[in-house]
């Protein structure tokens, strides 16, 4: 079993240079099922979701080249099944993303149920919902979920709620549909528009990525024979900064763009730290206790939920009081009872938790119960007197690329051990 063990009480100080984002890596990878012919992705982070994805794209016929650790070439020409087993699929959430690439492709497809952290009911109705408008038929059986049409043709969608995964996958199973497919209330999260731009620059037709309308004008074909460079990670950046505060220490991130991290950045200078900003580069520093502030977890261009357990950590050790309320998952204040295990004094009830500031955590042996969760507990490690256990770290390395070595250069005292 492998575990971080981190002796807390330093300073983070230095510069990071941030990684490909997850959340469009995991989205770019099924859209080359899209495409007839040979492509390269770069700045593709290098974690185990993407490996998986790799391999599920790999069972389907695809042929793989690493050409470094962060880039791949990508021949998607011999597709040769439609199936996508659920003992690949079950391990991350973001599988469900084959179902609109390959019913757009080839008119049918059959995935295993997808899994992912485990954050509340996860449901796809609006996916299912956004197939059948474009004239597919989805059955869910057995554990699969199967989706078929004779011809796709573009029709209106209005989405009952934001949904980053219902945008992405409703935009894949219409990039080759006929006529013209229309999503209203879409997902404007960063990696949004990064799927659409990857697919545009393989030959797709899809306006208003970013935007509450997202039209997108079938095309007969992808052919690819294009280089596409993945987005900077938005969350990674945003657990980073959130690592500079919580230990009050002054780092620059590097690889980043400023415009996807200004709900962060509002919070951070409202809890008393400091940012110079410098668009694709961006300094952070704190040099006093953090003060309260209230937060609510809301869809791009709102506070991400996905950084809202970092943010926590931060809370933690405010001075003051201070109220999370998170509007997008049932279950996402697991964590606070492993930062209560270290002394914090958080309260939970639903969806709305209350953190009474301590002036220090103390460590102690802890469990990341999923990726987020893992990269708080990361945080609140370094910042706790004396040495903290992180078990369960399949989790954090599903999407964060080398954190322990990007955590190392910026001096903390963090190592893996193998027990
Ligand atoms: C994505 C991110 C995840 C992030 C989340 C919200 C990836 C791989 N994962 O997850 O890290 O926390 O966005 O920013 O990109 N919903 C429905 N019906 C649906 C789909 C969603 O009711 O068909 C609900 C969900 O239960 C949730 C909300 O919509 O309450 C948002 O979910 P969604 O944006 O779809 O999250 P994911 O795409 O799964």
């Not at 989805?138 to 009952?160: H, P, R």
């Not at 657990?239 to 509002?266: E, P, Q, R, Y």
């Not at 937060?295 to 939920?305: E, V």
Request: glycine share 10%.
């Amino acid at each position: 079993m492998e575990k971080l063990v981190i002796t807390g009480g330093t300073p983070l100080k230095g510069d990071v240079v941030i990684s490909g984002a997850k959340n469009a890596a995991v989205a770019i990878l099924p859209a080359t099922l899209l495409i007839d012919g040979i492509c390269t992705i770069n700045n593709l982070p290098n974690i185990s979701d993407v490996k998986i994805y790799c391999e599920i794209l790999e069972y389907m016929g695809a042929k793989i080249k690493w050409n470094s650790k962060n880039e791949i070439t990508i021949d998607t020409r011999n597709i040769s099944t439609t199936i996508a087993p659920y003992d690949l699929t079950h391990k991350f959430r973001a599988s469900y993303y084959v179902l609109g690439a390959m019913l757009s492709r080839k008119g049918h497809v059959q995935v295993g149920m997808p899994g992912g952290c485990k954050l509340g009911a996860r449901p796809i109705d609006q996916h299912i919902k956004g197939f059948e408008a474009l004239g597919a038929t989805v059955e869910v059986e057995n554990g699969n979920i199967t989706a078929k049409a004779d011809k796709l043709i573009g029709n209106s969608i209005y989405m009952d709620v934001v949904s980053v995964g219902a945008t992405i996958n409703v935009m894949l199973s219409a990039v080759l549909a006929e006529g013209t497919t229309v999503i209203d209330n879409a997902a404007k999260e960063p990696h949004i528009v990064d799927v659409a731009n990857f697919l545009n620059t393989m030959g797709a037709d899809i306006r208003g990525a970013g935007t509450d309308i997202i039209k997108i004008n079938g095309v007969k074909k992808l052919s690819g024979n294009a280089t596409y460079s993945v987005v900077p990670d938005q969350i990674e950046a945003g657990t980073f900064m959130l690592a500079a505060v919580a230990s009050k220490g002054d780092i620059t991130i590097k690889n980043c763009i400023s415009k996807h991290l200004d709900s962060i950045t509002a919070k951070i200078i409202e809890v008393g730290g400091h940012i110079e900003d410098y668009g694709d580069s961006m300094r952070i520093w704190c040099d006093s206790r953090p003060s309260k502030a209230n937060i609510k977890t809301l869809p791009y261009p709102g506070f991400p939920t996905d950084i809202q357990p970092q943010m926590g950590v931060v809370l933690s050790i405010a001075d003051g009081t201070s109220i999370i309320n998170e509007s997008i998952w049932e279950s996402r204040f697991q964590y606070t009872d492993e930062l209560n295990k270290m002394g914090a004094k958080i309260t939970t009830n639903g969806k709305t938790a209350i953190f009474e500031g301590i002036e220090t955590l103390s460590s102690a042996p802890v469990y990341a119960c999923d990726l987020r969760a893992g990269a708080a507990l990361i945080i609140a490690g370094i910042i706790a007197n004396g040495k903290t256990e992180i078990y369960n770290l399949e989790h954090i390395d599903r999407g964060y690329e080398n954190i322990e070595e990007k955590f190392r250069k910026l001096g903390a005292n963090i190592e893996r051990v193998i027990e």
